[in-house]
């Protein structure tokens, strides 16, 4: 196989640039701004423009391009597996090394700039699904599949027990024990928003502290939460790599039959779910479950859609400047996920310009937009010159720190 897939690395382009879309929110204002259009900053209130916005990016974006990383994530592990054999090392020793390396990056991530951090769960999810990479890839999807699907069926009953909860609360009918519930829900909730206020608003060394003094182990609860997202998706791009779907083995009528169904199907739900929520007023409850296990199976066949959709697109996009460009943000995903959250908390945060408190909901496409601009505009220019992104060379030279090279095997660039 060889150490470089063109389509794998443009579709990983595709992908960061798209969790720019959903995490724009998250660096613009607190944590449970992500969850519900109906907790902007600085004002309470719900903003139509915001609302709008909200609704498209969830359809389009909202794991879905998330999604995609993992699932590119997974099948990246077993390409370096195979880049490390062919340089005569152990791919599992070097696959630890390589994890725990980006457990670190992850962790120092969160404590000096975000919360939202995705690189410490990869690391821990990608250890255990690794040591599954021998199975076969039929029964390794299949597993990967009933993992995903019967945690979120499991998690989605109790969610629509809430649901029908708050429902009754809402319209004034909820019994005690409901009620008092709810407003203990919305307690927490002004407290969570309070708490992320500060922060934003801190210095930078005051939100380092805050964030180690409050909050030290929020990567951790991020990995339980994501778990059963994060761990099936990685085993599926395992296998979906195994069974040839990056390296042009499956037939473009079975793609095209995959694109469409995924995104009719995954589009479809996506939008009845918001829908829904827009004609309630986006009830707190309510919007927990959407984004949660209610979404995992649109989420799951948009991520689907788009996967066999852009592997279609490939071929006629390789030699054109969309394609190559798109490819190369995909070969520099890590610098440019972890750049781009440099950029935007020197946008955002208090330490920064603080445009958090000055920019609506509504303005954040544009600022999304100029993000992708600077996301597309260095990598090509870069990597003609020095092969790797600046991270990912970073990261590479530590998981290889120590361990001999072959004379008579060529370097590779796999991790």
Not at 34 to 61: C, D, M, N, Q, V
Not at 158 to 170: K, M, N
Not at 189 to 208: E, G, M, Q
Not at 377 to 382: G, L, V
């Amino acid at each position: 196989m060889p150490e470089r897939i063109g389509a794998l690395d443009f579709v990983r382009g595709v992908a960061v640039l798209g969790i720019l879309a959903i995490n724009v929110t998250g660096f613009w204002g607190p944590l449970l701004a992500t969850f519900s259009p109906a907790i902007p900053r600085p004002e309470p209130g719900l903003e139509a423009g915001g609302a709008l916005w909200f609704a498209a990016a969830y359809i389009l974006f909202e794991g879905k391009m998330r999604g995609l990383f993992t699932l590119l994530f997974g099948a990246s592990m077993m390409l370096f597996a195979d880049a490390a054999e062919r340089r005569g090392a152990n791919p599992d020793l070097m696959q630890v090394r390589r994890l725990l390396w980006l457990m670190l990056f992850g962790y120092a991530h969160y404590v000096l700039l975000w919360w939202g951090d995705i690189l410490l769960p990869y690391a821990v999810c990608g250890m255990l699904a690794f040591a599954l990479r021998r199975l076969a890839p039929e029964p390794l999807a299949a597993a990967a599949l009933f993992l995903f699907l019967a945690s979120h069926g499991l998690e989605m009953v109790g969610d629509l027990a809430s649901i029908a909860t708050e429902s009754r609360v809402l319209a004034g009918h909820g019994a005690p024990a409901e009620t008092a519930e709810h407003a203990a829900m919305m307690g927490r909730i002004a407290v969570s928003i309070a708490a992320d206020t500060r922060l934003l608003h801190a210095p930078f060394l005051d939100a380092v502290r805050i964030r180690l003094t409050t909050a030290p182990f929020l990567p951790l609860e991020n990995l339980a939460a994501t778990f059963f997202e994060t761990f099936p998706l990685m085993l599926l791009g395992m296998a979906l790599l195994r069974m040839g779907l990056f390296t042009g083995e499956w037939a473009d009528s079975t793609l095209r039959r995959m694109a469409m169904i995924g995104i009719s199907a995954g589009g479809a739900m996506s939008a009845a779910l918001i829908g829904w929520a827009a004609l309630h007023g986006f009830p707190p409850g309510a919007m927990f479950a959407i984004m949660g296990s209610l979404a995992s199976i649109p989420h799951l066949a948009m991520t689907l859609g788009y996967l066999a959709a852009l592997l279609l697109l490939w071929p006629r996009l390789q030699d054109s400047a969309a394609g190559r460009r798109l490819t190369a943000a995909g070969r520099c995903a890590f610098t440019n996920y972890l750049g781009t959250t440099l950029v935007m908390c020197a946008l955002f945060a208090g330490w920064g310009l603080g445009l958090g408190d000055v920019l609506p909901r509504a303005a954040l496409p544009l600022v999304v937009l100029a993000g992708w601009a600077l996301m597309l505009a260095w990598p090509e220019w870069w990597l003609a010159r020095f092969g790797q992104g600046p991270l990912e060379a970073l990261w590479r030279r530590l998981t290889w720190l120590g361990v001999p090279r072959s004379p008579s095997r060529p370097a590779d660039d796999a991790a």
